[in-house]
T-cell receptor, first 116, second 114 residues
Framework: AQSVTQPDIHITVSEGASLELRCNYS??????LFWYVQSPGQGLQLLLK??????LVQGIKGFEAEFKRSQSSFNLRKPSVHWSDAAEYFC??????????????FGQGTILTVHP | NAGVTQTPKFQVLKTGQSMTLQCAQD?????MSWYRQDPGMGLRLIHY???????DQGEVPNGYNVSRSTTEDFPLRLLSAAPSQTSVYFC?????????????FGPGTRLTVL
């Protein structure tokens, strides 16, 4: 069965510092990968997604992620964090096999705190 | 477009009570789903629907019922609430639920079962 692991439960960075959130997946075929962000009290918003092609994908709000098949990773990065980036971030993989329409498997989430 | 809407935003139930969480979307999406979010566990799929009249179970379906009589609405019913169902519930929709479709999430319903 597919799975997604986000090793860091909580990360704290200073405003203006760079950020990398880790995501490892387990999936037999080519994965369809996503990063979502959830601000406090809000729903989930899609940051970016990877289906195929260029392994470095750009998303909204200045985020990017790199797919590394050899490491089964899809880490999220941002060169300079803003206070408004404080939120919980979820990595997810799409279960695209058979009749598993739209079934996303999520990681446990990483809470990002930004210090001024 | 309002996107995906959910009501209520908050709800407190007593053990054994029943209730329905409402979800509606105005994007004419065929695929809709319900997830629950628990601390440290991410989101887990409860039920999903690929179109009106078609539903199927997800990862954690026990204690929940769904039906899909229209394209727009996908209510989630708790038949006899239990404390283990205390969670935040999210409804999501996408065009057809294919792997390349973006899923849009509602703002969530925070449910507490006493």
């Amino acid at each position: 069965a597919q799975s997604v692991t986000q090793p860091d439960i909580h990360i704290t960075v200073s405003e203006g510092a760079s950020l990398e959130l880790r995501c490892n997946y387990s999936y037999g075929a080519t994965p369809y990968l996503f990063w979502y962000v959830q601000s406090p009290g809000q729903g989930l918003q899609l940051l970016l997604k990877y289906f195929s092609g260029d392994t470095l994908v750009q998303g909204i709000k200045g985020f990017e992620a790199e797919f590394k098949r050899s490491q089964s990773s899809f880490n999220l990065r941002k060169p300079s964090v803003h206070w408004s980036d404080a939120a919980e971030y979820f990595c997810a993989v799409h279960d695209a096999g058979g009749t598993s329409y739209g079934k996303l498997t999520f990681g446990q989430g990483t809470i990002l705190t930004v210090h001024p | 477009n309002a996107g995906v809407t959910q009501t209520p935003k908050f709800q407190v139930l007593k053990t054994g009570q029943s209730m329905t969480l409402q979800c509606a979307q105005d994007m004419n999406h065929e695929y809709m789903s319900w997830y629950r979010q628990d601390p440290g566990m991410g989101l887990r799929l409860i039920h999903y629907s690929v179109g009106a009249g078609i539903t199927d179970q997800g990862e954690v379906p026990n204690g929940y019922n769904v039906s899909r009589s229209t394209t727009e609405d996908f209510p989630l019913r708790l038949l006899s609430a239990a404390p283990s169902q205390t969670s935040v519930y999210f409804c999501a929709s996408s065009y057809r639920g294919s792997r390349t479709d973006t899923q849009y999430f509602g703002p969530g319903t925070r449910l507490t079962v006493l």
